[in-house]
């Protein structure tokens, strides 16, 4: 199984700058991510994608955060990374890593995994 942890949250003023990171690991075993996605969820609504690297490399962004966020990648250090920028309050949510990966134990599929959420807060 593939396990996520996230770092890199936490309180800055509005017009500042977080870079959040998230690396996988499968202890003993081979595996491979396939594409990587930031989700965020604020309180009271409803989880939305923020951004994603679909296999290829190529990135997509929800349009409230384009221009300010940027997701990029380390494929020697299975970490994926979602630079913030210019952050107003209403960035402020729990952030989600999301990775679609296969493993050595069933190379048949691939399978969704998720981090454990870091708090971004955006206040004065």
């Known amino acids: 199984q593939v396990q996520l942890v996230e770092s890199g949250g936490g309180l800055v003023l509005p017009g500042g700058s977080l870079r959040l990171s998230c690396a996988a690991s499968a202890s003993g075993r081979f595996f491979s991510v396939n594409s990587w996605a930031w989700y965020r969820q604020a309180p009271g609504k409803e989880r939305e994608l923020v951004a994603a690297m679909p296999f290829g490399g190529s990135t997509n962004y929800v349009e409230s955060v384009k221009g300010r966020f940027t997701i990029s990648r380390d494929n020697t250090k299975n970490t994926v990374y979602l630079q913030m920028n210019s952050l107003t309050p209403e960035d402020t949510a729990v952030y989600y890593c999301?990775?679609?990966?296969?493993?050595?134990?069933?190379?048949?599929?691939?399978?969704?995994?998720w981090g454990q959420g870091t708090q971004v807060t955006v206040s004065s």
């Open positions: 999301n990775a679609r990966a296969w493993t050595d134990e069933d190379i048949r599929y691939e399978y969704e995994y």
